[in-house]
Structure formats: C-alpha cells, structure tokens
C-alpha cells in the first residue's frame, strides 16, 4: 500500500514561493501567485498566508499601483536582506559579550572583602546572635503592649464609651417599660413575662462606674 504524501512545512512553502520570484525575476499579482504556487507544490488556499509572512519578514515586497497590489522579490535584495540580518546579530552578539564582561567584573568586585576567613565566620556568627536577641527582644516587647500608657488610656476610653451606651440603653428600655405600663395596664402579666424572655429581670438596673486599676498595678 502507497504510503500518503507528505504535506510541506511551512518553510519548505516560503522556499517554494520565493523560487517563484527569483527564478523569473518579475512582478505578480496575488491571483497569480495563487495560480502558480500548485505548481510548485503549494496549494491554493495557503499562497496567501505564506506570501504575507515572506512580506513580513522582508524577503518579498509589495506595493499598490493603482488598484493593484504587486509582489516582487529579487535574488539580490534577499541576500541584502540575510546581510541585515547578519549583522544585526553580529552587533547583539558584541553587545551580549560587552555586557557579560561587565557583569563578571562587578561579580569580582563584589567578592573582594567577602572571601572565606576566620574573621568573616567569626563577624557572621556575631550577626546571627544579635538578630537572634533583637527577635527575642522584640517578642518580650509585645507581651509588655498591655502596659502601654497610650494602650491603657485608649482601653481606658473605649470602656467609657461602652459604660455610657449600656446606661443609654438601660435608660430606653425603663422608658419603653413605663410606655407599655401605661399603654397597657391589662396586658400587664404578659409584658413581665416577656421581660424575663428577653433577660430583663426585677435586678435589672444602671451599671456602676467600673473602678479603674491604675497603670503601674497592672505589671504587678
């Protein structure tokens, strides 16, 4: 059994088509480059695709004459081309090269005091034990933030704050009561029920002022 011929990459198309070009030297409409790609083994359909990437790559030009747009290309202007090229890469190279000897003298550079020695390890050493106490340090000061004046006196506040909006509300809620009693004296049995439901119970009253501990008891 005849294995299936195999279809040409897409480089092996750009070859083909640019044969087109260098071997009659002359301009062509798409149309016929469509017409004359089969001929050398490119089909129909990818001519277009193919002559565009030759365009984008600068190894085919065009240009609109009129209504027309023509595609051309000469054996010379592909080796110009490819020279282009060459040296573009010629002047990447130089720079990457430039560029890495710089690197490699800043690395020396900065290896120069940092060589292995007794007095290196000993100076690492002392490093490390001072990062170590600085975190234990720093670990204890966060246990003492309770102590904080600026803590306690924000604590403080905050607690004054808290004190008179549970009064406040102690306060609506004896009026709501009182509201309900005269409004409602025949539901009375049922409004008593309803205060024990919800936690309001005969001892329920004003809070007291909260007897504030001073500062430096709190650290005793």
């Not at 009659?24 to 017409?35: A, C, H, I, M």
């Not at 020396?108 to 007095?119: C, F, H, I, Q, T």
């Not at 049922?190 to 001892?203: A, C, N, P, V």
Request: glycine share 4%; hydrophobic share 35%.
């Amino acid at each position: 059994m005849q294995s299936k011929k195999r279809g040409l990459s897409l480089e092996e198309k750009r070859e083909k088509i640019l044969q087109i070009f260098y071997e009659s030297q002359d301009f062509f409409l798409l149309k016929e480059l469509e017409k004359l790609g089969p001929r050398k083994g490119v089909i129909t359909q990818s001519v277009k695709d193919v002559v565009q990437s030759l365009v984008d790559d600068d190894l085919v030009s065009k240009d609109k004459i009129g209504t027309s747009v023509y595609f051309w290309s000469l054996p010379s202007c592909a080796g110009n081309q490819l020279r282009n090229v060459y040296q573009k890469l010629e002047s990447d190279l130089h720079s990457s090269k430039k560029r890495h000897a710089e690197l490699v003298d800043q690395c020396n550079a900065l290896k120069k005091g940092r060589e292995e020695s007794d007095e290196r390890e000993q100076a690492l050493a002392e490093l490390k034990a001072i990062e170590l106490k600085y975190n234990e340090l720093k670990e204890e000061m966060g246990q003492y933030a309770d102590n904080d004046p600026a803590a306690f006196e924000a604590m403080k506040k905050a607690i004054e704050v808290a004190h008179a909006a549970a009064n406040r509300w102690t306060d609506n809620i004896f009026t709501l009561r009182q509201w309900c009693s005269n409004n409602f004296p025949q539901a009375k049995e049922q409004l008593e029920h309803l205060y024990k439901e919800i936690g309001i119970t005969d001892d329920f009253d004003y809070l007291e002022s909260s007897l504030v501990v001073p500062l430096s008891s709190v650290g005793d």
